[in-house]
């Protein structure tokens, strides 16, 4: 007959055992996966950072002609993140879909994906778990767009320890006008803008992986796994 003691000891091992296999077979090395599109937040069972966001989006300009490209850059002088997840959106918030389309060439360090199902690679997320201090992704506006835009970017530092869609400062994007058959093209590079959000914005969208056909875990399986972590939180 088995001690209370050694079945409280078992049944922690079981439940540690169970926390190792979740957190192999849900977090996503190889970058978010299409179904966190939605919310830009990962399915790692735990809430995210309520705290102020250690990482910044940095723009490499403030203004830019609807035919150019703009360089932005995740970043922290002395911490490190292992993932990531940007999208950039309407700044007036009247389209809840991503916009505009990003380069396939992250150095290595990222890739880019459709969140929109259209062909177009409109997000940017990681594709492994190495730390990175900086990521610089080019963006490309849609065609002849004008107005303002912003990115919003989940940055994940470790399994339990991640920010959700934190704000870039805003970007205006001015429409490219013909001349002489000739349209403008913006040379004029402002100093570099820095993010100064605090706290998270609240929208929908996930964590994403170039593989289309990724779809959530069910949400009975999260809320149990959630409880557990929960309930192990306040037993330890």
């Not at 396939?104 to 890739?111: F, I, M, Q």
């Not at 964590?207 to 939180?233: E, N």
Request: with cysteine; aromatic share 8%; hydrophobic share 35%.
């Amino acid at each position: 007959m088995y001690s209370v003691q050694c079945v409280a000891r078992r049944f922690f091992v079981l439940c540690l055992a169970i926390l190792i296999i979740a957190q192999i077979a849900f977090s996503k090395p190889d970058g978010a996966p299409i179904a966190a599109c939605e919310d830009m937040t990962p399915d790692h069972f735990v809430k995210p950072q309520s705290s102020v966001c250690p990482f910044t989006s940095k723009l490499a300009r403030e203004e830019m002609w609807s035919n150019g490209t703009v360089e932005v850059t995740l970043e922290h002088d002395r911490d490190e993140f292992k993932g990531f997840f940007m999208m950039a959106f309407d700044g007036t918030g009247s389209d809840s879909s991503p916009i505009g389309t990003f380069s396939s060439d992250l150095k290595g360090k990222g890739k880019a994906i459709d969140c929109r199902r259209d062909g177009t690679k409109n997000a940017v997320t990681h594709k492994d778990r190495s730390l990175k201090n900086s990521v610089v992704a080019t963006w490309t506006p849609p065609e002849d767009f004008d107005g303002t835009v912003v990115f919003k970017a989940t940055f994940v530092k470790s399994f339990d320890e991640f920010w959700v869609k934190q704000l870039s400062p805003t970007l205006i994007v001015k429409r490219a006008v013909v001349s002489d058959g000739v349209k403008e093209d913006s040379t004029t590079t402002k100093k570099p803008a820095v993010s100064t959000t605090k706290k998270p914005a609240v929208q929908k969208s996930d964590d994403v992986s170039d593989d289309s056909t990724s779809t959530r875990p069910s949400q009975r399986l999260q809320t149990l796994l959630r409880r557990l972590v929960s309930w192990l939180f306040t037993v330890l």
